[in-house]
């Protein structure tokens, strides 16, 4: 479970042994990454990043006792900088706007891993944020129910296109406040 020196160190968390497996052979396929720890549970998982300091963890939705959003929200409040990236069943915009409020850096669909986990990881390791998208435009879809500002819009549409945290808020302080609009926007496929 090594990797050399300037590979993307990434730790693997899931609660289901064939997963973990098949993200592990996956990695093996590539030069620049590779598995340096695995954890089956959330409090495995906040055990093994403190020991191993992986540069991205793929980290699980739902696993018993500790979930992966609450997971998340204990190594970032000991490792802000920890790049976590959520993988999941569930697309639904509840579920991808919870992990990304948590610090999740991106939300993959684990139906899409053989074809774009990859891309996610070197995305969230170079310090964008990924969400696919059809994830994406799933937000967009529910979010028309309420109301957005046009500056929550502009964030959507940012996080959406990959853009890295200190972009967003960079682009913030340079933002007029405006008032409350309605969430009518496109996001590109």
């Known amino acids: 479970m090594s990797t ?3 590979s993307i160190r990434i730790m693997s968390v899931d609660d289901h042994p064939p997963l ?9 396929t590539q030069h620049d990454m590779g598995i340096v720890a695995e954890a089956c549970v959330g409090e495995e998982a906040i055990a093994q990043y403190r020991v191993h300091h992986p540069d991205v963890t793929l980290m699980d939705l739902q696993m018993p006792n500790v979930n992966g959003n609450e997971a998340i929200i204990r190594i970032r409040s000991e490792f802000p900088e920890a790049k976590i990236l959520m993988l999941s069943t569930y697309g639904g915009d509840i579920h991808v706007l919870h992990a990304i409020k948590v610090g999740a850096r991106g939300y993959l669909l684990k139906g899409n891993v053989r074809t774009e986990l990859l891309e996610a990881i070197r995305a969230v390791h170079a310090g964008r944020k990924r ?15 309420d109301e957005l500002s046009s500056r929550e819009l502009d964030v959507l549409h940012l996080v959406g296109s990959g853009d890295a945290n200190k972009q967003i808020a960079d ?10 609009t309605t969430f009518s926007t496109h996001f590109p496929s």
């Open 20 to 28: 973990r497996q098949g993200i592990a052979a996956l990695l093996k």
């Open 171 to 180: 682009s913030s302080r340079s933002a007029k406040p405006r008032s409350r």
């Open 131 to 145: 969400i696919p998208p059809e994830v994406a435009a799933d937000l967009a879809e529910h979010a028309a129910d």
């Open 4 to 6: 050399g020196s300037s």
